[in-house]
């Protein structure tokens, strides 16, 4: 079975992004919700889950699981999001136009990832 070039172009953005939790991990660390606790910890696993999913969405045999993987994560770190949202500390240097812009984007990548279930 043929994975389609935009599932690999998928793929290789969280293994980007899952490394760039370990080479930059304040940039992630920061946006987390004080509320959680150990965000080292929750950077960390987040980073090595993207890293694992966008290797799994590569193979044919567990593409359409990654998929859901790749759902459920976005779901997981949607108050980092909203947290970045609300927190000018937490801004990253964006306006709050930008990080609002931000939101509506998990649900695209969502439905990016469903396409593949």
Same mark, same amino acid.
């Given at each position: ?9 998928? *793929?290789?953005?969280?293994?980007? *992004? ?56 976005l779901i997981a770190i949607f108050p980092a999001n909203l947290y970045m949202y609300k927190n000018d500390n937490a801004s990253l240097g964006l ?12 649900? *695209? ?9």
């Amino acid at each position: 079975m043929n994975l389609p070039w935009h599932l690999y172009l998928m *793929a290789l953005l969280y293994i980007l *992004a899952g490394f760039n939790h370990f080479r930059n991990p304040r940039l992630y660390i920061k946006i987390i919700p004080v509320y959680f606790s150990n965000p080292k910890l929750l950077n960390s696993l987040s980073g090595l889950a993207e890293i694992i999913l966008g290797v799994c969405l590569c193979l044919p045999f567990t593409s359409k699981i990654a998929s859901w993987g790749i759902i459920a994560l976005l779901i997981a770190i949607f108050p980092a999001n909203l947290y970045m949202y609300k927190n000018d500390n937490a801004s990253l240097g964006l306006s709050k136009t930008m990080r609002l812009l931000r939101l509506p984007l998990q649900l *695209a990548l969502i439905f990016w990832a469903y396409l593949y279930t």
